[in-house]
């Protein structure tokens, strides 16, 4: 496709359970950014890869956060130990890798944790 | 603390008229804005872009503007049609990246744009 797509669309899973998100960003970004958007919030920052290496990490909650790009295209976010306070809406971006480069979002995966 | 405030949360406005979304920040090191435009279950999508070298930018019905002595941005959409409903975002780079939109965006909460035929 085109553009940045995710999966899963939703994602359901138990308190204490490993979830792992997947991002497929448009094809030849070198950048790579994940969000996560609250309720009534705007989205905020997590992480952002540059290739296959994290240039900033320093938005990742906690330990239990976790993100990889081994490739330099396909990036996975992963949560350890899932809270009810990580039930938001994550959401991934891509880019050129440009200083001005618009950064593209895909439309999310829902994280619901009962 | 928000680094980059929409006090309103939403905003409501009759066809064919001009909507008027406001931003504030409070990093003076901030030098590039931006306006991401939301649908419900929908990725934000990139809508138009300042510098702070400029005052103003127009891009078709969009125009933003810059007002950095006083910390604010606007974004005029004229004239609102019932599709520009939605969420808008204000955001600016933060981290080392001033000056482009590279690394992370720091955004605001957004205001929810109702435009009624």
């Known amino acids: 496709g085109a553009g940045v797509s995710q999966t899963p669309s939703n994602k359901v899973t138990e308190k204490g359970k490993y979830v792992e998100l997947r991002c497929d960003p448009i094809s030849g970004h070198t950048a790579l950014y994940w969000y996560r958007q609250s309720l009534g919030q705007g989205p905020e920052f997590l992480i952002y890869?540059?290739?296959?290496?994290?240039?900033?990490d320093s938005g990742l909650p906690n330990d239990r956060f976790f993100a990889v790009r081994p490739e330099g295209s396909v990036s996975t976010l992963k949560i350890q130990r899932t809270e009810r306070g990580d039930s938001a809406v994550y959401l991934c971006a891509s880019s050129g890798g440009g200083p001005t480069d618009t950064q593209y979002f895909g439309p999310g995966t829902r994280l619901t944790v009962l | 603390d928000q680094q980059v405030k929409q006090n309103s949360p939403s905003l409501s406005v009759q066809e064919g008229r001009i909507s008027i979304l406001n931003c504030d920040y409070t990093?003076?090191?901030?030098?590039?804005f931006l306006w991401y435009k939301k649908y419900p279950a929908e990725g934000p999508t990139f809508l138009i872009s300042i510098s702070s070298i400029k005052d103003k930018n127009e891009d078709g019905r969009f125009t933003v503007f810059l007002n950095k002595s006083a910390k604010h941005l606007s974004l005029h959409i004229v004239p609102s049609q019932p599709g520009d409903s939605a969420v808008y975002f204000c955001a600016a780079p933060g981290g080392d990246n001033y000056g482009g939109s590279q690394g992370n965006l720091i955004f605001g909460k957004g205001t929810k744009l109702s435009v009624k035929p």
């Open positions: 990093n003076s090191m901030f030098d590039y």
């Open positions: 890869f540059q290739g296959t290496g994290a240039a900033d």
